[in-house]
């Protein structure tokens, strides 16, 4: 009796050098996926670096290779765009504001990690599914018992300006404080620092995190698509309305002062950690959010994606700058190849091994042929 194959999905993320949200919810995902053991699991992004380099030795994971895929998860619209036509996509959007986030035409159908971003996906004529984010609740993980007042503040906040200003907040109040910056100081092993802290401060995935560590958590952050805001002290009774912004600050939208923002900090309470540990077990939890994705995207009938790829190839003209803007981006790739002294036969299977849409195919070979000829000229 021969073994059925396994099916095979394609986890994406435009870029993977570098700590940050969505790099990490890929690496997790992976990760969960990679434990079920039925699948063949490989990824794809745009910009390889420290978290890719993790996915393949840590995970063994690695990078795609197929040209057809049973389920393709992708966040960001980059990566739905290079790669539509090669199975059925699930994007997966984080947020309402950044360029990348916003929905693609392309894929199948739309997730939305929070209340918020789907209800900005319908309002753009997409339907969607609300997943929240999935915590490895074994990787975050409560290791060290908290205080009973708050002596250790840890801020997650992304802006020199909040750190600096939480900074003064904790020496005027005589409490010790560090932080982690994703473009200053990034750690993979965030979940060894948030055990270290009392109190956590951040936004979004940061929150998740802290809380599946058992820290009580305030939701504050300075970012440039944000400004400076946020819901202040997270009680285990208000995850519910904060969540639905993705714990973003996004609810209330509050601006804290110094002196408001200290009698946060005072609204610490020991078990309010424990508490938020419960629901991120009942809420965040990584298995449960997985198979919800693989629950979706194996829904997607044979019939919908094909009928979904067919109406896309006839309004061509509807999507012709995505399009455009993928050709552009492969044939800089062709050309960097070319001046770099790659033989054309590795130029010509780097359009080969991709599963282009028709049109873009015929394009991309026109643009081989053109530096077939200039390579000839140059070789006379």
């Not at 394609?10 to 990760?31: D, M, P, Q, R, W």
């Not at 795609?64 to 619209?77: D, P, T, Y």
């Not at 932080?179 to 995935?205: M, Q, T």
């Not at 820290?215 to 969540?243: E, Q, W």
Request: aromatic residues 10%; hydrophobic residues 35%; charged residues 25%.
């Amino acid at each position: 009796m021969t073994t059925p194959r396994r099916k095979r999905i394609l986890v994406a993320c435009n870029h993977l050098a570098t700590v940050g949200g969505s790099e990490l919810y890929t690496f997790y995902l992976i990760k969960a996926l990679k434990k079920l053991r039925k699948y063949e699991i490989s990824y794809f992004t745009h910009v390889r670096g420290a978290i890719s380099e993790r996915i393949e030795d840590e995970l063994g994971v690695p990078f795609k290779s197929g040209r057809q895929f049973e389920l393709i998860i992708a966040s960001h619209n980059t990566t739905v765009n290079f790669l539509f036509g090669q199975g059925p996509i699930l994007q997966v959007c984080h947020g309402p504001i950044p360029e990348m986030e916003q929905p693609s035409p392309l894929a199948d159908y739309h997730i939305a990690v929070s209340e918020e971003v789907r209800a900005h996906l319908g309002s753009l004529g997409f339907p969607s599914t609300v997943v929240l984010n999935g915590i490895d609740l074994e990787t975050f993980a409560p290791e060290i018992p908290i205080s009973e007042k708050p002596r250790k503040i840890l801020s997650l906040c992304q802006s020199k300006e909040a750190n600096e200003w939480l900074s003064e907040i904790c020496e005027e109040e005589n409490l010790r404080f560090s932080a982690i910056d994703k473009h200053r100081n990034p750690s993979f092993r965030v979940n060894k620092e948030i055990n270290n802290a009392d109190l956590v401060i951040g936004i979004g995935r940061s929150v998740y995190d802290a809380m599946a560590c058992g820290r009580p958590c305030i939701l504050f952050d300075k970012r440039s698509y944000n400004g400076n805001l946020g819901d202040g002290y997270l009680k285990p009774d208000t995850f519910a309305a904060f969540v639905r912004y993705n714990c973003s600050g996004r609810y209330s939208k509050r601006k804290f002062s110094k002196s408001e923002m200290k009698r946060e900090i005072g609204k610490y309470r020991k078990q309010d950690g424990l508490e938020l540990r419960k629901i991120a077990q009942e809420r965040l939890n990584l298995k449960a959010n997985t198979d919800a994705l693989l629950q979706i995207g194996f829904g997607i009938q044979q019939i919908a994606h094909l009928r979904h790829r067919l109406g896309v190839l006839f309004r061509w003209g509807q999507y012709r700058k995505l399009f455009a803007f993928q050709k552009r981006q492969v044939r800089a790739r062709m050309q960097a190849k070319f001046m770099e002294g790659s033989s054309l036969f590795e130029i010509q299977e780097m359009i080969a091994k991709e599963r282009f849409v028709l049109p873009l195919r015929v394009s991309l070979y026109a643009y081989w042929l053109k530096l077939w000829l200039k390579g000839s000229e140059q070789s006379n």
